[in-house]
């Protein structure tokens, strides 16, 4: 099992910053990639920004160049840096682990989810 707990998130206007950060435990051993994934109301959770354990990132096409994803190893925390805004980037924001344990096989983690709420 891994657990997640989030942190950050708000209300801000467009243009400006903000960070999330997720903190795993448990079976941390086992966690193969760490992502944030979005939902906003009537719309279908997607994946913004995912990194896995080398450190190798991806990214949302709509968030590229505005959003960094980043992890310190030593805190099993993962973080998303979120610059320039948009309204559109107003949605519930959640913390995910892929991992792989023995007997149970892959599997997905999500934490409690974060609000964001960017003004025009």
């Known amino acids: 099992q891994v657990q997640l707990v989030e942190s950050g998130g708000g209300s801000v206007q467009a243009g400006g910053s903000l960070r999330l950060s997720c903190a795993a435990s448990?079976?941390?051993?086992?966690?193969?990639?760490l992502g944030w994934y979005r939902q906003a109301p009537g719309k279908q959770r997607e994946l913004v920004a995912r990194i896995a354990n080398g450190g190798s990132a991806s990214y949302a096409d709509s968030v590229k160049d505005r959003f960094t994803i980043s992890r310190d190893n030593a805190k099993n925390t993962v973080y998303l840096q979120m610059n320039s805004l948009k309204p559109e980037d107003t949605a519930v924001y959640y913390c995910n682990a892929h991992a792989f344990l023995v007997g149970v096989g892959a599997a997905d983690y999500w934490g409690q989810g974060t609000q964001v709420t960017v003004s025009s």
């Open positions: 448990g079976s941390i051993f086992s966690i193969l990639t």
